[in-house]
DNA sequence: CTATGTGCAAAATGTTTGCAGACGA
DNA sequence: TCGTCTGCAAACATTTTGCACATAG
């Protein structure tokens, strides 16, 4: 994973620097969807001299690359994934955790919609929004 | 139409006044899913006093009496519809407008997923992403 | 050695807030 | 009249940019 990240750069004459690895790690070892604040604290400790504008600006490489994928879920700031399959996110309303919808086949329904539109269609994203179970657990114990 | 913005606001406790209403109607006469900026700029020639504050704290008001929904298609601004239909949205990547996709039954698809996930959804927003025909058009012809 | 990358600080952008005067009910 | 609303300006949060120094190749 890491040596095809390595890979993936070189390959499109990006250098390889240990900011770059540290920041596709940061991503590919999470399902939390992380914001570039939520990465750059991550790295604190094992950076502590790392800028917020090397997040932004490598985040910006990956994704041109097609190694991570930006989600807006309604918030005021972006989230990145390093899992760049198509699969739908969900937001709880309460706490505000973006979570991943696995197990969903979102390919009939894209292809159906895609034959509706006069659009030439070249990728989407779906976004829930609800109560995750913890804070069901809360409102419901309150 | 008219008539049911001001009964709604006032159903609700919210005073009923001239910007409040040409906030909604720019909202309800267009299907362009304007941003903050665009609605005031439209409002500029009928209300040249009327300011950017006005058009973001009307823009919260209208959406707690769900008059409008808010949307974000991966923009650096959220846009705002005030047609509340369950309808997924498509942008387009060469000149940025957002269109809607009437005509598409999400609720099968919603349903389906719904059962998939321990969270209880209680909304959902799909964005598409292409090109439009008008670009489809120029990048062919150039 | 050279071109690219990093980190800092400043700027830009979109949105929110506080408050004095205006106005709807 | 009274409480809410408007418009302004300042504050805020996120993201982008410019540039001197550092570093990958």
Do not use: W
């Not at 309604?74 to 979570?99: K, L």
């Amino acid at each position: 994973m890491e040596a095809s990240v390595t890979n993936m750069l070189r390959d499109k004459g990006f250098k390889v620097t240990p900011q770059r690895l540290a920041i596709y790690s940061v991503l590919a070892a999470t399902k939390s969807h992380p914001s570039a604040e939520m990465i750059f604290n991550d790295l604190q400790t094992l950076y502590p001299t790392m800028s917020l504008a090397t997040v932004y600006k490598t985040i910006d490489i990956l994704r041109e690359i097609g190694l991570v994928q930006v989600l807006n879920a309604g918030e005021d700031c972006f989230r990145y994934d390093a899992n760049t399959d198509d699969h739908p996110h969900i937001r709880c309303m309460s706490c505000g955790r973006v979570d991943d919808m696995d197990g969903v086949d979102v390919s009939g329904f894209v292809h159906t919609v895609s034959q509706t539109t006069s659009y030439q269609v070249t990728g989407q994203q779906f976004y829930f929004y609800g109560v995750c179970p913890d804070c069901q657990g809360k409102i419901s114990s309150n």
